[in-house]
Nanobody, 118 residues
Framework: QVQLVESGGGLVQAGGSLRLSCAASGRTFSNYALGWFRQAPGKEREFVARISRSYTTIYYADSVKGRFTISRDNAKNTVFLQMNSLKPEDTAVYYC???????????WGQGTQVTVSS
C-alpha cells in the first residue's frame, strides 16, 4: 500500500501560481512513477503530468505544457506540481497517483482543490 496526501491547493487569481505537494508513505516511493490528474465539476478526470521513477521521463498534457512543472524528491517521498500562469479553466480538484509495474495507477490521494478566479 502507498498512502498519498496532497496539499497546497487554494484560491488564486488568473495569472498567479500555486505549488502542489503530494507526500507518500508506505511502500518504497522510488518504485513508482507518479502522476497528477485533475477533475473539474461536471467533467471527467484528466491527465495533467507524469514523472518516471528515475526522474528521467516527464509528460505533460498539452493544456498545461509550458506552464506546469512536475518534479519529485525521492529522499523526501514527495512529488510536486508547480503551476504558473494559471487560468480559470485550470480550476479543478487535483489528485496525485502512483503508477505500479502493471502500468495502472494503483494508489490515489484524496485531492486538493484549486480555484482560479478571473
Amino acid at each position: 500500500q502507498v498512502q498519498l496526501v496532497e496539499s497546497g491547493g487554494g484560491l488564486v487569481q488568473a495569472g498567479g501560481s500555486l505549488r502542489l505537494s503530494c507526500a507518500a508513505s508506505g511502500r518504497t516511493f522510488s518504485n513508482y512513477a507518479l502522476g497528477w490528474f485533475r477533475q473539474a465539476p461536471g467533467k471527467e478526470r484528466e491527465f495533467v503530468a507524469r514523472i518516471s521513477r528515475s526522474y528521467t521521463t516527464i509528460y505533460y498534457a498539452d493544456s498545461v505544457k509550458g506552464r506546469f512543472t512536475i518534479s519529485r524528491d525521492n529522499a523526501k517521498n514527495t512529488v510536486f506540481l508547480q503551476m504558473n500562469s494559471l487560468k480559470p479553466e485550470d480550476t479543478a480538484v487535483y489528485y496525485c497517483a502512483a503508477q505500479g509495474q502493471s502500468g495502472e495507477y494503483d494508489y490515489w490521494g484524496q485531492g486538493t482543490q484549486v480555484t482560479v478566479s478571473s
